[in-house]
């Protein structure tokens, strides 16, 4: 099996993890019950897979709308004026998104004025 770089070792934990769950959650999927190392095997695998294809792209933690939506509005609930490093940390969110979630709620509110 290929071994990967140390770049690539933090992608091939969250790969493994992702597949570990969900071969708990949905063991059909895979067909019959796969051992621990046919998993972490798998996972080195789709990892490089990945590596190569998504290397460099964005790949966003939320894809459900709805869920960044309530996401974003909690943490405009949250944010006081004061607290950004809080409700970043909070939020587990980098200060870019941060910025954004407040800029587009400006943009809301602003369009929203009669």
């Known amino acids: 099996m290929h071994q990967l ?3 690539s070792y933090s992608l091939r934990l969250d790969v493994e993890c992702a597949l570990r769950e969900a071969h708990r959650e949905q063991p059909a999927i895979f067909g019959r019950p796969l051992s ?8 080195v695998m ?3 897979k990945l ?3 998504i290397g460099g792209r964005y790949v966003p933690k939320m ?18 004026g004061n607290n950004r490093e809080q409700v970043m940390r909070e939020f587990n969110i ?5 910025y954004c979630i407040l800029a587009e ?6 369009g929203s004025r009669p």
């Open 51 to 53: 590596r190569h294809r």
């Open 94 to 98: 980098s200060r870019r998104l941060f």
């Open 5 to 7: 770089n140390e770049e």
């Open 36 to 43: 621990q190392q046919e998993l972490r095997d798998l996972a």
């Open 63 to 80: 894809a459900d709308r709805e869920a960044r939506e309530a996401r974003n509005a909690a943490v405009l609930k949250a944010f006081n």
């Open 46 to 48: 789709v990892a490089e």
């Open 105 to 110: 709620d400006r943009k809301q509110r602003l």
